[in-house]
């Protein structure tokens, strides 16, 4: 089981830092993007999910634990923020494009702190 969840962050990885800065890149978001930032989304919340029942301890205060939910959240909220910035194109679009670097280096954190340590 641990592999699968593995296999869905990655996969969340790819598509979350592929949306982020196809954007990012093109200075506007487009609805495949937001399509991509959902992927992400389900592809971390079934990782963590199987991670978090898999765990011997549920809510642990590692720095892992919370940097991993914190931009689960994160992730969510981004991903509610995208629906409404393409919806109300305008300032809700231009703090999207600032926010979204941000919201992606507290993911990208949260995936690093979880890589075994050699």
Known sequence: MLI????????????????????????VLK????????????????GT?????RAPVKFEMALHSLCGYGALVIMGLHLVWALWAWQHPG???RYFHRFSIVAWIVWLAAFISGLPKA
Do not use: H, N
Not at 7 to 26: C, G, M
Not at 31 to 46: E, N, V, Y
């Open 49 to 53: 999910s199987l991670m978090f029942w």
């Open 4 to 27: 699968v969840a593995i296999i869905f962050i990655v996969i969340a990885l790819i598509l979350y830092s592929l949306a982020i800065w196809s954007e990012q890149i093109k200075g």
């Open 91 to 93: 300032r809700a679009s």
């Open 31 to 46: 609805p495949w993007m937001i399509k991509t930032f959902g992927s992400a989304f389900s592809c971390d919340l079934a």
